[in-house]
């Protein structure tokens, strides 16, 4: 089983709150991954990051930033949330050996509701 | 444009029986298919990862197939159980960057009826 935690599960929020969905993993993982999906969707790719320090925006345009502090921790930040932010969002994590071939790890995900 | 489509989009199987779901993609270049299995209200789970190199791989009753000439991939589940109700994700991974960036189909959501 992967060690991947995602906090929290659901969040049911106002809008123009500021948030945080947390991921931490105990892999020691070099690759992390931030997605978007709704459902019956594909999976989009809104951040991700190749290790501390390091921090790359995905395909979907997002208004949510993330940082990399540490290996084991990847926050993903809303500063202010509006309805249309109302999603799953799963975080993910990668070996960097192997590089491509190195299968995903996904946490259980947040579901987020923005009212 | 890159695409991976998957098919059918649901179904609807009776425990103990076999079935395939497909994949088709136009993701050049190609690096490796990924197949992942998502229960509700979970994150994706790896089944298979295969390369240009390989037809066949499995993993228990999962077994994926690849023909990178027609760019189809199958997985066939052997002897279903009610445990296999899940969405299942077909990924491809292309060689355009040092990423390795990620293509995801819709998911085919099948149902295990007992």
């Known amino acids: 089983e992967a060690d991947i935690y995602q906090t929290p599960r659901y969040l049911v929020i106002g809008t123009g709150k500021k948030i945080t969905l947390e991921c931490s993993q105990t892999?020691?993982?070099?690759?992390m991954y931030w997605y978007q999906q709704d459902p019956g969707m594909e999976l989009h790719l809104i951040h991700y990051?190749?290790?501390?320090?390091?921090?790359e925006k995905g395909d979907l345009s997002s208004e949510s930033t993330v940082s990399r502090i540490r290996t084991e921790h990847f926050p993903l930040t809303l500063e202010s949330a509006r309805p249309s932010h109302t999603s799953q969002y799963l975080c993910?994590?990668?070996?960097?050996?192997?590089?491509?071939?190195?299968?995903?790890?996904f946490g259980d995900g947040t579901r987020l509701s923005i009212l | 444009k890159n695409q991976v489509e998957q098919s059918p989009q649901s179904l609807i199987i009776l425990e103990g029986k076999n079935c395939t779901l497909q994949?088709?993609?136009?993701?050049?270049?190609?690096?490796?298919l990924r197949w992942y299995k998502q229960d509700t209200g979970r994150g994706p789970v790896s089944l298979t990862i295969?390369?240009?190199?390989?037809n066949t791989k499995s993993n228990g009753r999962y077994t994926a197939t690849l023909d990178a000439d027609t760019k189809q991939s199958s997985l066939h589940i052997t002897a279903s159980q009610l445990s296999d109700s899940a969405s299942y994700i077909c990924?491809?991974?292309?060689?355009?960057?040092?990423?390795?960036?990620?293509?995801f189909g819709r998911g085919t959501q099948l149902t295990v009826w007992p």
């Open positions: 993910a994590s990668s070996d960097r050996q192997g590089e491509d071939n190195q299968p995903q790890h």
């Open positions: 892999m020691g993982h070099d690759k």
């Open positions: 990051s190749y290790g501390v320090n390091s921090t």
């Open positions: 994949c088709n993609y136009t993701v050049s270049p190609f690096s490796n």
């Open positions: 295969m390369t240009f190199s390989e």
């Open positions: 990924v491809v991974s292309d060689r355009g960057s040092t990423l390795g960036r990620l293509y």
